[in-house]
Nanobody, 121 residues
Framework: QVQLVESGGGLVQAAGSLRLSCAAS????????MAWFRQAPGNEREFVAC???????YYADSVKGRFTISRENAKNTLYLQMNNLKPEDTAIYYC???????????????WGQGTQVTVST
């Protein structure tokens, strides 16, 4: 059974940092693009960052310069380093693998269950 399991979320003050992890099991994703999305209450799921199988990275404008996506294929794990967090970053963060079309759209073959990130003022 293929699983993506996120961890590392929590409550942090504005300007603080968190590092999210997404551990994959059941298959290897070293040949797949992987991404982070987030969803705040009442909002649609939105693109945060993507890293391709070759290591190219893409970011939403709202997180560019503050967030860094990376992957460690030997551990089948995806990361999101989040610095200088803002209250508007508060959301459930989901990892995803194997986009079915554009990397920016939430149409991926595999999803994690999500981890809550809350940024207080």
């Amino acid at each position: 059974q293929v699983q993506l399991v996120e961890s590392g979320g929590g409550l942090v003050q504005a300007a603080g940092s968190l590092r999210l992890s997404c551990a994959a099991s059941g298959r290897t994703f070293s040949s797949d693009d992987m991404a982070w999305f987030r969803q705040a209450p009442g909002n649609e799921r939105e693109f945060v960052a993507c890293i391709t199988w070759s290591g190219r990275t893409y970011y939403a404008d709202s997180v560019k310069g503050r967030f860094t996506i990376s992957r460690e294929n030997a551990k089948n794990t995806l990361y999101l380093q989040m610095n200088n967090l803002k209250p508007e970053d508060t959301a459930i963060y989901y990892c995803a693998a194997q986009p079915q079309g554009s990397i920016y759209h939430p149409l991926y073959g595999y999803w994690g269950q999500g981890t809550q990130v809350t940024v207080s003022t």
